[in-house]
């Protein structure tokens, strides 16, 4: 292949999108090249622009929410591979000999700054190479549209809500009723969690109870955590922005599990953490096993996210909807640079 890749890319940190073209990147024999049809917008991709986590290389192309083709194979892949359709996410290689690795757990591999998809350029382009293992065959009845967000949002909620699930501890409260929130709603409630809906906002209600939620907590409203204090099992936060603590923790039974799968600011009393026994835990994404189950599981129950659809050339106008926070609820990118 010599044709050059089209993309969108950012030169310096926090800097507007500009086209961007590169060479190829040559296939190693255990990597294929995807022809990209469709790319979500995750708030990952705003950070890593703005380079909040450190590690960043300009030019940088985000983009990690990638369905396409497969247009060409390494040596150690079938050519009958040619042609399908495939999702990647986040996690597009992994080292394979780290000890978590070697464990099967690829998502904690100890080079995880070179993992992501957009090493070494994204999605926001015609195409990406990934390792073959986290190329996934996609089922003939999930959209690519929406299967776009389930590749990062999808696999994000849905590994956290099946690890944590107990038929003797299922009350749920789901923090933030955005991109991740309302595809939490929608799995927890396929899984058998009592789901309750937890927003700053009334605005949100009737979507919530129609994503999945039993209930609905609206926290602007005066003494709204009372009505929910000693109540949950689990809370799902979701949410990236400043959160009552205090107020969270007394939500939770005794040992109830705080599970975070974004990256809101943390201030916690320790009190109510250590004498109720409260356990604050992280997920990231997941396994490929945790893919493949995903896929199957949000084709089964129709799980599917609220898109807005835009072309990629109006990538900085995708960008600043959801930087503005009007995105409702993902924004996914169709490829019409070719």
Not at 14 to 21: I, K, M
Not at 63 to 83: A, L, T, Y
Not at 90 to 103: F, I, V, Y
Not at 199 to 220: N, V
Request: proline content about 5%.
């Amino acid at each position: 292949m010599s044709e050059k890749i089209k993309a969108f890319a950012a030169f310096t940190r926090g800097a507007t999108l500009t086209p961007f073209a590169y060479d190829p990147p040559p296939l190693k024999e255990n990597e294929l090249r995807i022809d990209i049809t469709h790319c979500g917008i995750c708030g990952s991709d705003i950070h890593a622009i703005e380079d909040d986590y450190s590690v960043s290389d300009f030019p940088f192309v985000p983009g990690h929410e990638v369905v396409g083709f497969i247009s060409e194979v390494g040596s150690e892949i079938p050519n009958s591979r040619i042609g399908e359709r495939v999702g990647v996410g986040w996690q597009a290689r992994a080292c394979g000999h780290c000890e978590w690795c070697l464990k099967g757990e690829v998502q904690l591999c100890l080079d995880v700054t070179n993992n992501g998809t957009w090493t070494p350029y994204g999605g926001f382009s015609t195409s990406v190479v990934v390792q073959d293992e986290f190329a996934y065959p996609l089922p003939d009845d999930l959209p690519s549209e929406f299967t776009a967000v389930l590749m990062c949002a999808g696999i994000t909620v849905f590994t956290a809500l099946s690890r944590y699930y107990s038929p003797t501890a299922h009350k749920i409260g789901i923090v933030g009723i955005g991109g991740l929130g309302h595809l939490a709603l929608q799995f927890a409630s396929a899984m058998g969690y009592e789901v309750t809906a937890i927003s700053s906002s009334s605005k949100k209600r009737e979507e919530a109870l129609a994503f999945g939620a039993s209930h609905y907590i609206d926290t602007s409203e005066a003494a709204a955590y009372k009505k929910i204090e000693d109540c949950f099992d689990m809370l799902l936060i979701t949410s990236q922005g400043s959160l009552d603590w205090d107020d969270i923790q007394d939500t939770l039974k005794r040992r109830g599990k705080i599970i975070l799968v974004a990256f809101p600011h943390v201030d916690l009393n320790p009190v109510d953490l250590v004498v109720h026994e409260l356990s604050i835990l992280g997920s990231f994404v997941g396994t490929p096993e945790d893919m493949r189950k995903m896929l199957a599981f949000a084709a089964k129950h129709k799980i599917k996210p609220m898109v807005e659809i835009m072309p990629m050339s109006q990538i900085n106008e995708a960008v600043s909807k959801l930087r503005e926070n009007k995105a409702h609820y993902r924004i996914v990118l169709v490829n019409d640079l070719n």
